[in-house]
């Protein structure tokens, strides 16, 4: 089954859907069914996955309606030249319920019966009043989604230390849990914080890049601790170079050298 992957908002989920036949190129657009009710969304990738694995994981894969027609995209336009007002709206309100909130985008559902606010805060914040006041303003069913910080950079977008455009903005659709290990399993964790963290204040996105060739270069290193033999006689494995592919060995009258390992 051939699938397209389908995003909504630059901050929302990638769902799979059912192109069928239609010919679908990343940056197409497409109009779709969902439980929520009808929306237009972008094509940000294509895949093909078999039909006994979607049995056996039980996923429910929903077809897309249609390809967006000029009369679908001009719609969507229209509706995106909405959002700045409703999110001025929005800050208003924000303000006057002295809400800890910041305000990052707006989006308008293409059937025209949802409007959703994105944002960020520090923790958990009662919003019903807000919702109650934004409902009856803009009549329409009001959803306030939560972002993480990493989100917010994806859609304000900058220029990371590479001196290129963000990952996160530019190509990578999903952002993945980015953890310390990373930077523990390429040997940078010694760089510091500072050379290790994006704008956004997390854990670059690069660091995920190079896992898997690193996790099949590990494989072929004597875990530490491993007694060796080597042409200086014997010793223990008290550290990796992961990518020149040799190791730090301690020999029994204590010192250390360093030993390539043989292909």
Known sequence: MKIAEIQFTPWGRIYDFDAGEANLSVGDFVVVKTDLGVEIGRVVGTKEINAKEIEAAKLE?????????????????????????????????????????????????????????AFVADGRVDFRDLVKDLTKTFQKSIRLQQLGIRDEAKISGDVGACGRNLCCQKFKKDLGNISSDLADLQQIAHRGSDRLTGICGRLMCCLAYEQ????????????????????????KVIGWHTLKQSVDVRLEEGSVIEVQIKK
Request: aromatic fraction near 8%; glycine fraction near 6%; proline fraction near 5%.
């Open 212 to 235: 898997k060739n690193y996790e099949e270069a590990a494989k072929k290193l004597p875990p530490v601790g491993t007694n060796v033999r080597t042409d200086r006689g014997r010793g």
């Open 61 to 117: 894969i929903k077809p897309i309606f249609r390809k967006a027609n000029t009369a679908d995209l001009a719609k969507f336009e229209e509706k995106e030249s909405q959002k700045t007002e409703a999110l001025t709206v929005c800050k208003q309100l924000v303000k006057k319920y002295n809400l800890p909130i910041k305000l990052i985008d707006a989006h308008f559902s293409f059937d025209g019966g949802r409007l959703t606010f």
